[in-house]
């Protein structure tokens, strides 16, 4: 390795994602420093000076941006970086707004070619008065992460009313049309080598067995929640073309360093033909905790986490 780098280590934050992200940090932090590097934390809250203060005060080389959610993952953070000049990993601003803004996402997904659910943009007080999709379909809210706040609205629920007058996240939500089969994850990374490549794909099976009946955010990050596949077991043709769209939609957003695009996988129907694939979304902050689906997609590429670390550091530091 060459000399150590300053990192500073952005992890927590304010955002309903705040334990993972200190759980992502406390991987990331260990990592870095087996590595050789000297390593400060840095937990942002509210107070903006303060941030830059600190900031000012660790003269870091490179950030590590560990957050995940809103502000540290929609481009908020990354305006600050920018504008002090400070090398960060991961995405950049228009990236990271844009992939965190389900809606914007969506377009831009469109707009490349690539497959999405139906889908349609209603108030709090529509979807209370209304079902806007034939049922079963998926409530989400437009700018958080993880899962948090999604729903699934089945035949025979009488829930609709209650999420409605419950909503607390913001003034719009997305409503998707339901899609039967799998959930599958594909990760991708930038590499100066080897170009921006996708990893492999990870089947992820929520566990029934511990009340969970698709991937959310308890069953994302707690232990024994779901379980990973991968190699994931599906038809050829689907899994190369999975990784096609990760990296098509890595590089519409303009990501950088890494990402994982998630997909619902639908191969419910009879014979052997590939099944529908459908992009849900592309994360520009994929966790870095244990049970994380990049680091063991790495892992699974011979990426140890460290190496991983080290990685993102080098890209964010050189571009290579």
Known sequence: MTAPLRITLLTGGPSNEREVSLASGRGISQALRNIGHIVSELD?????LQVVRDLQTQKPDVVFNGLHG???????????????????????????????D?????????????????????????????????LPYVVKPLNEGSSVGVSILRAGSNRRAEIARNWSFGSH??????????????????????????????????????????????SKYKSGGSSHSLPANIHPESFRRACEIA?????????????????????????????????????????MTATSLLPEQAAHCGISYEALCEHLVRQARTGS
């Open 44 to 48: 942002p809250g509210n107070d903006l």
């Open 173 to 218: 939500i997305l409503t998707e049309e339901f899609i039967p089969g799998r959930e599958i994850t594909v990760g991708v990374l930038d590499d100066h080598e080897n170009g921006t490549r996708a990893l492999t794909v990870t089947d992820i099976t929520p566990q029934a067995s511990a009340g969970y009946d698709f991937y959310d955010y308890d």
């Open 70 to 100: 809103r502000f540290g993952e929609d481009g908020v953070i990354q305006g600050i970086l920018e504008w002090m000049r400070i090398p960060y990993t991961h995405s950049g601003i228009r990236a990271s707004s844009t992939a965190m």
């Open 102 to 134: 389900k809606a914007a996402a969506r377009q831009v997904f469109i707009a490349a070619g690539l497959p999405v659910a139906n889908g349609l943009i209603v108030t709090p007080s529509e979807l209370e008065n209304a079902d806007p999709l034939p």
């Open 247 to 287: 990296v098509a939609a890595h590089k519409a957003l303009g990501c950088s360093g890494a990402s994982r695009s998630d997909f619902r996988y639908d191969d419910t129907a009879d014979g052997d033909a590939p099944g529908r694939l459908v992009l849900l979304e592309v994360n520009t902050q994929p966790g």
